[in-house]
């Protein structure tokens, strides 16, 4: 099955298979190609820590470059080369196999892929969003079926709404009164920091990369805090979380799931600030957790994933933002927070 994996925290996600005679032919093509990223993926399961699983998959990336230079030079190889080469953590050489690829397969479903692929490596670099969108631009559509068109055609608005954060930056950040503050004091206002370096990150107790990231957040407090940095944790009611209340419940995934989307299964107001209280305990969170309204991570600041984290500088503009986990992220955000202190 084609795919392609990137490793940002170990993230994998699937492609949409190509269809009919192309699937097929896709498919025959890419089984040697298959084999080797097997191959890759089975180091990542042999180790005993999760931990080690990054290290692990890099690797093993680099020795299966080694090994097929001859393989990943011919045909839709240069696609599996870009695959790997972001598990080596070679992002730039990754863009470079997946725009040569995407450029001579042309109207092919992969040669799409490694355009989509090249497209999220340059909203991650320098290129920023604007030099995705514009990338995306290059692809030619007059070959692609419906699925495809609509595959890009949400890439590309992601990729708005990824240049509208973007667009924060060097700007005020937009300010916001929360409507409820858990370890923190009772009425709150982002603007009230102003002279502190602010490190606001929005997320919830139901997202899994949100809690894998508290505990750094936490560290960074303590580390920083005395320099002036102060962490926030910005959420909302969403009617549903992970509550932590079982004293046996191991960090940081092993809450229970309560609530539900559904009108009929939220929870209530009371309960849902019950369970952040919770979670700010079992977390030792040495920072404050503010809820907003929706519209404050949805349209201030273009929040469409979590977690997402803003840097914003003592002056009150917007130094940065990260989007999601990792140790690239945290050495990104780490970065950002620098240079806000820096700043006069």
Not at 163 to 181: I, Q
Not at 222 to 250: C, H, L, W
Not at 311 to 340: C, M, P, R, S, T
Request: hydrophobic share 45%; glycine share 10%; charged share 25%.
């Amino acid at each position: 099955m084609l795919r392609s994996l990137v490793v940002a925290g170990l993230l994998v996600f699937p492609i949409t298979r190509a269809s009919s005679a192309q699937d097929a032919a896709a498919e025959t093509a890419a089984n040697p190609m298959e084999k080797i990223l097997e191959g890759v993926y089975a180091a990542a399961q042999s180790v005993e820590k999760p931990e080690d699983a990054r290290a692990a998959i890099r690797d093993a990336a680099r020795k299966a470059l080694e090994e097929n230079t001859a393989v990943l030079a011919e045909g839709d190889g240069p696609h599996f080369r870009g695959q790997l080469l972001m598990m080596a953590e070679d992002n730039d050489g990754a863009l470079a196999a997946f725009l040569a690829h995407g450029e001579s397969a042309k109207g092919s479903p992969l040669g799409l892929e490694s355009m989509m692929m090249a497209a999220m490596l340059t909203e991650d670099g320098p290129g920023g969003a604007k030099g995705a969108i514009e990338l995306l631009g290059r692809i030619d559509t007059a070959s692609l079926d419906d699925k495809a068109k609509a595959r890009l055609d949400g890439m590309r608005k992601n990729l708005e709404v990824s240049l509208k954060r973007d667009e924060l930056n060097g700007k005020p950040a937009p300010d916001f009164t929360a409507t409820h503050v858990v370890n923190g004091p009772a009425t709150w206002k982002l603007s009230d920091l102003r002279g502190k370096v602010v490190v606001l990150d929005f997320f919830a107790t139901w997202c899994p990369p949100c809690r894998a990231v508290v505990p750094e957040l936490v560290q960074l407090q303590t580390d920083m805090g005395s320099k002036g940095v102060q962490v926030i944790g910005a959420t909302r009611m969403y009617g549903y979380g992970m509550d932590f209340s079982d004293p046996n419940a191991e960090l940081p995934h092993g809450g229970k799931s309560v609530g539900g989307r559904k009108d009929d299964q939220k929870l209530a107001e009371d309960e849902e600030l019950r369970i952040n209280d919770v979670f700010v305990k079992a977390f030792k969170m040495n920072y404050p957790l503010v809820f907003s309204d929706a519209s404050v991570g949805k349209d201030s600041y273009a929040v469409t994933g979590i977690p997402t984290v803003f840097v914003i500088g003592k002056d009150g503009n917007v130094v940065g933002h990260i989007v999601g986990g990792g140790e690239a992220n945290h050495a990104k955000l780490l970065k950002f927070v620098e240079q806000a202190l820096a700043a006069r």
